[in-house]
C-alpha cells in the first residue's frame, strides 16, 4: 500500500478513505494516515484512529485482515485498490 490507495465500499452511500501518507520505522514496520470527504466534496479530513489512540491518527493496515476498521467504517480486504 502506498499513498494514494483507497479502500472503497460501495452502496448507497458508499464511502471512500484514501492513504494520505505513510511512514516506515527502522525495522520497516509501516502506519498509514487515512483521510475522507462527505458531500458535497469540498473538504478533506484527516480521520482519527479511535481504536489505538496511542497512535492515532495513523493506523497500521494489514490487506489481508478480515477487517480494517476506520471511525466510521469496516473494510473488507475486497476493498482495497491500489493503481
Request: hydrophobic share 35%; glycine share 10%; net charge positive.
Given at each position: 500500500m502506498k499513498t494514494g490507495d483507497i479502500l472503497i465500499t460501495s452502496g448507497s452511500p458508499g464511502h471512500?478513505?484514501?492513504?494520505?501518507?505513510?511512514?516506515?520505522?527502522?525495522?520497516?514496520?509501516?502506519?498509514f494516515l487515512l483521510s475522507e470527504g462527505f458531500?458535497?466534496?469540498q473538504t478533506i479530513n484527516l480521520i482519527s484512529n479511535p481504536s489505538?489512540?496511542?497512535i492515532s491518527p495513523w493506523y497500521n493496515l494489514d490487506v489481508s485482515a478480515q477487517g480494517t476498521k476506520t471511525a466510521r467504517y469496516i473494510f473488507k480486504p475486497s476493498n482495497f485498490r491500489s493503481f
Open positions: 471512500v478513505v484514501f492513504i494520505a501518507g505513510a511512514c516506515k520505522n527502522k525495522d520497516g514496520k509501516k502506519l458531500t458535497p466534496a489505538h489512540k496511542d
